[in-house]
């Protein structure tokens, strides 16, 4: 198959960890053979210095003609980087927000994989993690309280701020959908979280959703209040398989779920419209603190590459590839420096993309 990627290397580790995850896609390509025709796009910090913005319209084009997106990470340090004396709206982030809501992006997916060789790194009890935990938060992105009206008035010589939480059922339904699509190719459970003892937007929630799991009987649907939700995921993770959530909860659930983990650089994620596009980047960011030194984790962004195959390719099969070789590789004891452990044996970003390749 012929497919036409987007690469956004960005700033900071961005261009590195790309460099690794592209070094895997044309193995994929290689083995499997299929045809990848990658067109860069400049975003971020990297856009500023080009072009004077940080997202210019020639670049949202290349990216809507493409079949999806994959992305290092964008950004520099605030206290040193000249961006930042730049007005908030031409700054790096302010990219990146436009880029989401250019290519309506109502979905964002993040898996949180607990690796059996990398269980030192989990900050919860051996008997906690049990057998380890596998689950993907799908969480929804354009909707919700970041988005709803919100205004500070001063009444009476009180100061007052207001926020507005609102959804309707359009958006509830197509997010449900993802979450049971993505179900299907998983272990056949949805846990939907809300606060339906409290909030309307949560009881109406709660109801499309239901409508949405009466077209999937072959899923387990469980209903979960987001404070208990917030236990769960450090009481027992193994019970997760998709958790389903609005914008907020699901803001603060992933960054637990993430933490638990205990390993930033391992982390990927994606960012989803109506159709199978999406843009996939590593949970983390740019990382100024190590950038141009040859030690970043190219994990995320490999397995990002490997959720770009999954959802937006529809090649499961290469997917399974990608992940099955990062596995091997940390089964072999190859670490890079974020996440060594004695007795491993330490390697530098590019060492570790050959090492994946290798194994596909
Ligand atoms: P960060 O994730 O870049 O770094 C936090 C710490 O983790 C640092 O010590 C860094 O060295 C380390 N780290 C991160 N990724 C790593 C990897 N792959 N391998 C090894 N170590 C890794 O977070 P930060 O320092 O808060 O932010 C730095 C810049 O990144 C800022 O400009 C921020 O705005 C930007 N950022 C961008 C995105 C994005 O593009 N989606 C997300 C978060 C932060």
Redesign the pocket.
């Known amino acids: 198959m012929e497919y036409k990627i987007s690469l956004i290397p960005?700033?900071?580790?961005g261009p590195e960890?790309v460099g690794e995850a592209k070094k895997i896609l044309d193995k994929v390509c290689e083995k499997y053979g299929h045809t990848f025709n990658y067109e860069e796009v400049l975003l971020?910090g990297a856009s500023i210095d080009a072009c004077g913005v940080p997202l210019t319209q020639e670049a949202i084009d290349t990216a809507k003609s493409s079949d999806a997106v994959l992305?290092?990470?964008?950004?520099?340090?605030?206290k040193t980087?000249p961006w930042y004396k730049l007005e908030p709206s031409k700054r790096?982030?302010a990219g990146?927000l436009a880029i989401r809501k250019a290519l309506n992006l109502f979905a964002n997916l993040r898996p949180a994989y607990l690796y059996n060789e990398l269980k030192g790194a989990c900050p919860l009890k051996e008997e906690v993690i049990g057998d380890g935990f596998d689950m993907i938060i799908v969480r929804e992105l354009t909707g919700g309280l970041y988005f709803g009206e919100r205004k500070t008035v001063e009444e009476n010589g009180v100061r007052k701020a207001i926020d507005t939480l609102t959804y309707d059922e359009k958006e509830i339904r197509r997010i449900a959908v993802k979450a049971f699509e993505i179900a299907d190719k998983r272990k056949k459970k949805v846990t939907s979280v809300d606060k339906a003892n409290v909030l309307d937007s949560s009881r109406l929630w709660r109801k499309v959703v239901e409508e949405v799991a009466a077209d999937y009987p072959d899923i387990t649907l469980e209903h979960m209040l987001v404070d208990n939700c917030a236990m769960q995921l450090v009481h027992n993770p193994g019970q997760f398989d998709v958790i389903l959530t609005e914008n907020m909860f699901g803001d603060i659930l992933s960054d637990e779920a993430s933490m638990v983990t205990g390993s930033?650089?391992m982390l990927s994620s994606a960012s989803l419209n109506e159709t199978k596009f999406g843009l996939y980047?590593?949970?983390?960011?740019?990382?100024?603190?190590?950038a141009g030194k040859g030690?970043?984790?190219?994990?995320?962004?490999i397995l990002s590459a490997a959720m770009m195959l999954r959802f937006s390719l529809d090649l499961d099969k290469e997917a399974d590839a990608v992940e099955a070789a990062v596995q091997q590789v940390l089964k072999e004891g190859y670490r890079?420096?974020?996440i060594m452990s004695e007795g491993m044996k330490q390697v530098g970003t590019k060492e570790m993309g050959d090492l994946i390749a290798e194994r596909i």
Do not use: C, Q, R, Y
């Open positions: 960005g700033d900071g580790i960890i971020g992305m290092g990470s964008i950004g520099g340090d605030a980087s790096p982030e990146l930033i650089g980047e590593p949970s983390h960011g740019s990382a100024p603190d190590i030690i970043a984790n190219p994990i995320a962004t890079t420096v974020d």
